[in-house]
């Protein structure tokens, strides 16, 4: 009988909890390539910085970047109805394409936000933080 040694016995283990500890877990209900329908591509509004948009059943967050490698959002709140806070992380994916290419990611509306006028979005990225208006 062959006697594995301890190290090779629980390498599986070890590699499992590293792969699942590399995955970023999105807020978002649905993440697509592109802008929102609304948009088209002659509009004028790409200056690489985000858009919050109203979406049917919650909020469109517009971002520009590596189409490979989207940032993701981690968490969304409404420290107040007025404000909704959206915090993004950098792409786990790797190698990441070097293009500029908008994504849109939708997210449910918390607490007593609603869809109206004078709603901001803090959008907070790894080194730079966005303040918009809902549009």
Known sequence: MTRWPAALLVLPALLAVSLTGCSVKSVATETTEGLPERYIAGDNLFNGEPLALWAE???????FGSSSCPPVPTSISAPEPERIV??????????CTADLAPTT???????DVQA??????????EQQTYSVPVE
């Open 86 to 95: 959206v915090e993004f992380t950098p792409s786990p994916n790797d190698p």
């Open 105 to 111: 990611h939708r997210l449910d509306l918390p607490g």
């Open 57 to 63: 059943g919650g909020l469109a967050v517009v971002t």
């Open 116 to 125: 109206v006028a004078g709603v901001t979005a803090e959008l907070r990225f």
